[in-house]
């Protein structure tokens, strides 16, 4: 057995013994949920639509190797070394949506997908977390005094993330990134006054979207009138949470997933739900509160405010995509085509959400200089 002593200065003896083992092993119990719940999942889904049993279990694993070395190898950096990739590939991310509308594949009814070496990717997702990374930078660059207009700068980039993911469309993504944005400028310091006046043009954005297109207003139009026709999967999401109970109808025995279109992606929560119980549920949902907490507390001792930011931007983000998916499980929310971090089907998702732990793996690693605690 190879062990690391603390006299070891090697990288991967130096990675061992700054970055959170805690964090690292709660993200770990996440996968091994979501490879549990993608096998019980995806075979039912794989079968309706012609394909064989495991094809997504299979294409799951076959993403999670590269997702896991990408977790790992980016956990290694230093701050520094987090703001350089997430600029470049936020950059090479930000020219892979403007492609979709180019050489991108619509599904049903947006183009969020292009298809590389035979792989379909989605730009956006990468978009997400190295975006909240840069404009950290940009953040603490203004509050340095020195001139800097790093706030402009920031809101400039967010206005063209945000018309882009709109054009696709992608409102609910929209929703996410404005959400981080504007908390991270809050922790920076944002004025009173553009509190009021981003409150503002949030609420204007929402209505604008809600008669605007189509698609937002019959979800909202579903989500405020629950006994509508159009609530086919909530409806069968409920009935799930209903069938399952306490401890479930057991591994394999549910039958959600055989109606469902979403069951491996945006609604796997309910297939966990029936599946395995309500105490199976209250688990992943204590897993994601400890991720999220265990974050945020060990920013509580950072001076680094660039690396507060990031760092609090990742964590924000991560934590509202567990609340937006769940919600819309529970129908706490209005529909929205959004994954379960680390459990939910999908390549391009896992990548991406490999990519966001390894940069917040790597900025919460303790730093003696910048007074983060073990």
């Not at 930078?137 to 509050?143: C, D, G, K, M, V």
């Not at 265990?294 to 990742?314: D, K, W, Y």
Request: charged share 10%; with cysteine.
């Amino acid at each position: 057995m190879i062990t690391l002593s603390r006299t070891d200065t090697s990288i991967v003896g130096r990675w061992w013994w700054t970055v959170d083992r805690w964090l690292l092993m709660a993200v770990g119990v996440l996968v091994i949920v979501g490879c549990v719940l993608t096998l019980a999942a995806s075979p039912a889904v794989a079968n309706r639509i012609g394909l064989g049993s495991f094809h997504f279990v299979q294409r799951q694993l076959l993403f999670l190797v590269p997702a896991l070395l990408i977790m790992l190898g980016t956990s290694l950096l230093s701050p520094l070394g987090v703001r350089r990739l997430a600029s470049i590939v936020f950059l090479g991310a930000l020219f892979g949506m403007f492609l979709t509308f180019v050489i991108g594949v619509e599904v049903k009814g947006a183009h969020r997908w292009i298809y590389f070496a035979g792989v379909s990717l989605q730009p956006s997702e990468f978009v997400k977390p190295t975006f909240a990374v840069v404009s950290a930078w940009l953040f603490a660059e203004w509050r340095r005094g020195n001139g800097f207009p790093g706030w402009a700068i920031s809101g400039g980039l967010c206005a063209l993330v945000l018309g882009t993911l709109l054009l696709q469309p992608d409102l609910g993504m929209a929703v996410v990134v404005a959400a981080v944005w504007a908390a991270q400028f809050f922790i920076a310091g944002l004025p009173m006054l553009l509190v009021i006046v981003l409150a503002a043009l949030g609420a204007a954005g929402i209505f604008g979207a809600y008669s605007l297109l189509p698609h937002v207003a019959a979800r909202f139009d579903k989500f405020l009138d629950p006994s509508g026709k159009e609530n086919y999967q909530i409806e069968r999401a409920m009935e799930a949470f209903s069938a399952g109970g306490l401890l479930g109808r057991g591994p394999g025995e549910g039958s959600v997933k055989n109606v469902l279109p979403d069951a491996h992606t945006d609604f796997i929560f309910a297939v966990a739900g029936e599946e395995f119980g309500l105490f199976a549920c209250l688990f992943i949902l204590a897993v994601f509160a400890f991720i999220v907490l265990r974050c945020f507390g060990r920013l509580m001792t950072e001076n680094n405010l660039f690396v507060l930011l990031a760092a609090a931007g990742l964590t924000t983000q991560f934590g509202l995509q567990a609340v937006i998916n769940i919600g819309v499980n529970l129908h706490l929310l209005p529909t929205k085509g959004m994954t379960l971090p680390f459990i939910s089907y999908g390549g391009s998702s896992l990548l991406a959400l490999a990519f966001a732990m390894g940069m917040l793996l790597a900025l919460t690693r303790w730093r003696p200089e910048h007074g983060v605690a073990r």
